[in-house]
């Protein structure tokens, strides 16, 4: 069983930077595709970004040329490394780890692509003031 742990999370003003460290506590296939989601109360969770094993990355629109995944496979570590935050950015974030079909099967418009991910860590809370 994978399990998440978050850190990283704070309060920023806007256009300040945080960075999100999530660690895995294996590293198999199970782990093969990472991702960022945040979601705030009342509203849906949503896909920040996703990195598969092969480093091949995916961010939404809305925070393409401020944040940046990476992983640090060696010592099972998944990174969003955040610039610029606005105060939308403000949210729970939540790590959570799939096989390579959760990367494959990434879509940032469908509610289930949470679903295909098979371990979650508990989240980590940012805020940014404006």
């Known amino acids: 069983q994978v399990q998440l742990a978050e850190t990283g999370g704070g309060s920023v003003q806007t256009g300040g930077s945080l960075r999100l460290s999530c660690e895995a506590s294996?590293?198999?296939?199970?782990?093969?595709?990472m991702a960022w989601f945040r979601q705030t109360p009342g509203t849906a969770r949503e896909g920040v970004a996703r990195?598969?094993?092969?480093?091949?990355?995916r961010s939404a629109e809305s925070v393409k040329g401020r944040f940046t995944i990476a992983r640090a496979t060696g010592r099972n570590i998944l990174y969003l490394q955040m610039n610029n935050l606005k105060p939308e950015d403000t949210a729970m974030y939540y790590c959570?780890?799939?096989?390579?079909?959760?990367?494959?099967?990434?879509?940032?418009?469908?509610?289930?692509?949470?679903?295909?991910?098979?371990?979650w860590g508990q989240g980590t809370q940012v805020t940014v003031s404006s």
């Open positions: 959570a780890a799939g096989t390579l079909w959760a990367c494959n099967t990434w879509s940032f418009s469908d509610p289930d692509t949470g679903t295909r991910f098979g371990a």
């Open positions: 294996v590293s198999n296939y199970r782990t093969h595709c």
């Open positions: 990195i598969d094993s092969d480093g091949d990355t």
